[in-house]
């Protein structure tokens, strides 16, 4: 059956370092992968997408890779602030079916 | 624009009552969907309209769970008994674009407690 695994479910960090947050999938071929944020209380929202023939993403300090033969993407942040403590969910899509994880929690400490 | 607008915030029933959620997407978006939250998972869908057209209702459960968006823009999600298991976030999203890699736009959900 198809599995999403993203890594531990909470990661803690110190100010300035680099998070990196991973999703493997088992069972599932993707044509797209997305990452998105979501705060207590609030619904997920869209970072960045990555397509199965691109091998890394970038966007300010937000770096995604995708390696669909390990079936793996990472996703980094860089220069990581207090700010980005949030929950990080990746989600393939298929046939404009998205398919969940169940998150990363992340905090940075100051 | 305005975002995915969702109500109620928060919701609290007892087991075997019936509840029902409201959501308006974002102008102009053809695409709808439920997706049902537990505390520590991810997003599961539950149904996606196109319009006024179910696409994919494959994981809804039946026979408490409808859902309905008669004119193709807001949606009604209904649970009908509800079950302590039901306990969750519903989130409601959009899409407005045609392409599979669009992005989805969700609302801040609905919290259902059922004791």
């Known amino acids: 059956s198809q599995k999403i695994e993203q890594n531990s479910e909470a990661l803690n960090i110190q100010e300035g370092k680099t998070a990196t947050l991973t999703c493997n999938y088992t069972?599932?071929?993707?044509?797209?992968l997305q990452w998105y944020r979501q705060d207590p209380g609030r619904g997920p929202v869209f970072l960045l997408l990555i397509r199965e023939n691109e091998k890394e993403k970038r966007k300010e300090r937000l770096k995604v890779t995708f390696d669909t033969t390990l079936k793996q993407s990472l996703f980094h942040i860089t220069a990581s602030q207090p700010a980005d403590s949030a929950t990080y969910l990746c989600?393939?899509?298929?046939?404009?079916?998205?398919?969940f994880g169940d998150g990363t929690t992340l905090t940075v400490k100051p | 624009e305005a975002g995915v607008a969702q109500s109620p915030r928060y919701k609290i029933i007892e087991k075997r009552q019936s509840v029902a959620f409201w959501c308006n997407p974002i102008s102009g978006h053809a695409t709808l969907y439920w997706y049902q939250q537990i505390l520590g998972q991810g997003p599961k869908l539950l149904i996606q309209f196109q319009n006024n057209g179910v696409v994919d209702d494959s994981q809804l459960p039946k026979d408490r769970f409808s859902a309905e968006r008669l004119k193709g823009v807001d949606s009604t999600l209904k649970i009908q008994p509800a079950k302590l298991e039901d306990s969750a976030v519903y989130l409601c999203?959009?899409?407005?674009?045609?392409?599979?890699?669009?992005?989805?736009?969700f609302g801040n959900g609905t919290r259902l407690t059922v004791t």
């Open positions: 999203a959009s899409t407005g674009n045609s392409n599979y890699n669009s992005p989805l736009h």
């Open positions: 069972n599932y071929s993707p044509a797209y």
């Open positions: 989600a393939l899509v298929n046939a404009g079916k998205s398919t």
